[in-house]
């Protein structure tokens, strides 16, 4: 049987990146199922995703060391996963559970190649939803009096679980600086994205008080900086004066569903590299 990777990296953009990879990995007798890249002229860098297989013989240890050497000649970040992992998801909620039972239901049905270890709510709402797909349900209440310690707790369940994603899935906490950098790269939020933009309560009814003609959501990685993570996924929806705000709600919530399945997706397919405050993303 061969092992399945993919490997993901970025450089500063020089002549010979391909040409180096690809040939230390027929080298090493491995064969490439998919290869995409991209030189950011921005930035002047290069990024670049292998899909590859190799033989059973072939240690990880002498894989990690051969490409390691070759990252240090180009001053690399790299990652190497095993494609045929599921990554394994802690999904934070709060009382707006479409985002959730999305999610569930793609995990269940084997359309995300996920295992959703753990359900957290602040509120216990969605205890019966996560137990109908047998996912343990951790109801962790928060208050300005005990946040240290509830994100103390929610640390300790995404490490018990050995949870490779936390999805905020209309979790309505601002989590603390230090909990956004302790999950810096592995966390997802979803949020409704507005031109012009409604924040605070309601934000679908005061889109509709505007006549807006455009509702729509996106898909970050969550950052100290409130909402303003690097952007993974996006989306929108055309709305008219007919529409009243509970079909505004309703239309808005499938968007939001649709955008985090996608963020989640390209995240645990490993196909989203960061640069700098933006995401290189390949499908």
């Not at 049987?1 to 953009?13: A, F, G, Q, V, W």
């Not at 640390?155 to 230090?178: C, F, G, K, T």
Request: net charge neutral.
């Amino acid at each position: 049987m061969r092992h399945d990777y993919i490997l993901t990296l970025s450089c500063p953009d020089r002549t010979g990146i391909v040409y180096r990879v690809t040939g230390l990995l027929f080298e090493l007798g491995c064969n490439i199922r998919d290869a995409q890249q991209f030189g950011d002229e921005d930035s002047g860098r290069f990024f670049l995703r292998v899909h590859f297989d190799s033989d059973a013989a072939l240690a990880q240890d002498r894989l990690h060391a051969a490409i390691g050497v070759l990252a240090t000649d180009f001053s690399m970040d790299w990652q190497l996963h095993d494609a045929r992992r599921r990554a394994r998801l802690l999904v934070l909620v709060s009382r707006q559970g479409h985002c959730l039972n999305d999610l569930l239901f793609r995990a269940h049905s084997r359309q995300l190649p996920v295992d959703i270890a753990a359900v957290a709510s602040n509120h216990e709402d969605f205890a019966p939803l996560a137990a109908s797909y047998g996912v343990p349900f951790h109801h962790l209440p928060v208050n300005a009096g005990n946040r240290a310690a509830q994100e103390t707790q929610l640390q300790a369940l995404a490490a018990a679980e050995r949870v490779d994603l936390v999805v905020l899935a209309r979790y309505m906490q601002i989590l603390s600086p230090a909990l956004c950098l302790a999950w810096a790269g592995r966390a997802i939020n979803i949020h409704h994205s507005f031109l012009p933009s409604f924040k605070g309560a309601q934000p679908y009814h005061q889109a509709h008080a505007r006549g807006v003609k455009i509702i729509g959501a996106t898909a970050h990685y969550v950052t100290p900086d409130l909402d303003e993570g690097p952007i993974i996924e996006q989306d929108v929806a055309r709305v008219d004066h007919a529409m009243r705000p509970p079909e505004l709600v309703r239309l808005g919530s499938d968007v939001e569903s649709l955008v985090l399945a996608r963020a989640v997706r390209r995240h645990v397919e490993h196909r989203i590299v960061l640069n700098g405050h933006r995401t290189v993303v390949f499908r």
